[in-house]
């Protein structure tokens, strides 16, 4: 398998596993070293001011609050979220690692409503064995800088 498609089935299986709530399958996809970011503004800087800004023990604080069952937002709501990802390229490789830009929609369906969530994600992924695991992902919302719905699931 080439890089390209085994990055692109490594992305594809990550959607999968937040799309189906799997906390503890997208856990498993982390290095423990692992940050994850969602910074404000569609081209901010990861650190400076963000909507999430976790390592690794924060995003195990974050799986468990979510496998809890005390997050009402997601609660039953397993099905209720799809995500497309397009536009995966590798922007840099190096040995073990490289940095992975994609573009991805994702649908939400919540009571009455339905919320539509744009934007692009930035992976670093170090190569394990066959596989990867994250080192950090950024995820740049489209519209980050305006008022967000509150974001109880992982984008």
């Not at 909507?51 to 099905?79: C, F, H, M, T, W």
């Not at 009571?111 to 695991?133: C, K, M, P």
Request: glycine share 8%; proline share 3%; charged share 30%.
């Amino acid at each position: 398998m080439s890089e390209q498609a085994a990055v692109e089935a490594f992305l594809f299986r990550e959607a999968r596993l937040m799309d189906e709530m799997d906390y503890s399958g997208w856990l498993a996809l982390w290095d423990k070293d692992g940050v994850y970011q969602v910074p404000i503004g569609a081209g901010g800087e990861p650190g400076k001011v963000s909507i999430v800004n976790d390592d690794y023990p924060r995003i195990e604080q974050r799986v468990a609050r979510l496998k809890s069952g005390s997050v009402l937002a997601v609660e039953g709501a397993r099905g209720a979220m799809r995500r497309v990802v397009s536009n995966i390229e590798i922007l840099s490789h190096r040995e073990d690692k490289c940095e992975v830009g994609s573009n991805f929609i994702l649908g939400v369906a919540r009571t009455a409503e339905q919320q539509l969530w744009i934007g692009r994600s930035v992976h670093a992924l170090r190569r394990a064995g066959e596989d990867f695991r994250i080192a950090r992902k950024t995820v740049f919302l489209i519209n980050s800088e305006r008022e967000l719905p509150l974001l109880q699931f992982i984008i």
